[in-house]
């Protein structure tokens, strides 16, 4: 059984900083693919960052630079490091065990990024 569980979301201002981060049972980070979905209210739900097979990573245009992923193997987590938010971040982020539709794909509750 699979359960993943974000954390680390809140309210900041344009321009700040928040670090997410998704633990995981029954699930290797190490050893499979995931990405970091968000979803605003009236708009789709968004790939915006990913790990690959072989360590690649991936970002949306939108984030690029802005935006890194980080592994931490030992404690099978993942973190996603947001630098300089705009107010066009803010989303419901949710981490997720499989690259896909982001309605199908195994992933947590999600956690609030408000960026004011």
């Known amino acids: 059984h699979v359960q993943l569980v974000e954390s680390g979301g809140g309210s900041v201002q344009a321009g700040g900083s928040l670090k997410l981060t998704c633990t995981a049972s029954?699930?290797?980070?190490?050893?499979?693919?995931m990405g970091w979905y968000r979803q605003a209210p009236g708009n789709e739900c968004e790939l915006v960052s990913a790990?690959?097979?072989?360590?690649?990573?991936w970002y949306a245009d939108s984030v690029k630079g802005r935006f890194t992923i980080s592994l931490d193997n030992a404690k099978n987590m993942v973190h996603l490091q947001m630098e300089r938010l705009k107010p066009g971040d803010a989303a419901v982020y949710y981490c997720?065990?499989?690259?896909?539709?982001?309605?199908?794909?195994?992933r947590g509750q999600g956690t609030q990024v408000t960026v004011s």
């Open positions: 997720a065990g499989a690259l896909g539709d982001c309605d199908t794909v195994p």
């Open positions: 790990k690959m097979y072989g360590e690649r990573l």
């Open positions: 029954g699930f290797s980070f190490a050893d499979n693919v």
